[in-house]
């Protein structure tokens, strides 16, 4: 992969203490979070229930940090202009539950927010091909979607690099791919060379004694690159 290509840590707050989320906020800040992943699930579309958008505000009151918003929800073109006004910065939709993709990327980016797509790990890889030359960002699901703490799901490897060439193939290589599920420091270098630009990491981050230190390990790992 190219010396020059920078790798961004995106923490997932959905491993965070609620009780203190400004207080994790700043401390990611501090370690040198890229981007702040926000996990929205609805209890329909993944078997869990998280946050919405007056979260999403209240976040965007307490951090100048890019706000990767990751809807895991059912019907995501109901709720796109609600997070886009409460400070979302990337909207990341799943091709699984959006029916009319080029639509919903289209409000997306109307909003003045930077369309996604988001694949679960066993969706097959030519639900792109269309969609890609128009989105900021695709996700590549390394568990399948719903909870933190999963085990991370190998197959990422061979899709991610596939994804790579993809974006190669159609001329739109500033297209960046994210990865989320089950990365920890011990597996970051390998999803980095798989072709990843973006790490989201949440119990990999959050379950550790320092997570600050975890965040400084992690990018250590890439110094030789």
Known sequence: MPTARKLYLAPSLLSANFTQLGDDVRMLEEAGADFLHVDVMDGHFVPNITIGPPVVAALRKVTELPLDCHLMISDPDRYLEDFAQAGATFITVHVEAALHLHRTIDRIRQLGCRPGVTLNPATSLSTLEDILPYVDLVLLMSVEPGFGGQAFIPTLFRRAARVRQMLADCGHEDCLIEA??????????????????????????????????????????????
């Open 180 to 225: 989320d599920g089950g990365i920890k420091l011990e597996n970051i270098r390998d999803v980095y060379e798989s072709g990843v630009d973006v790490v989201v990491s949440g119990s990999g981050i959050f379950g550790t004694p320092d997570p600050k230190l975890t965040m400084k390990q992690m990018r250590a790992e890439l110094l030789d690159f």
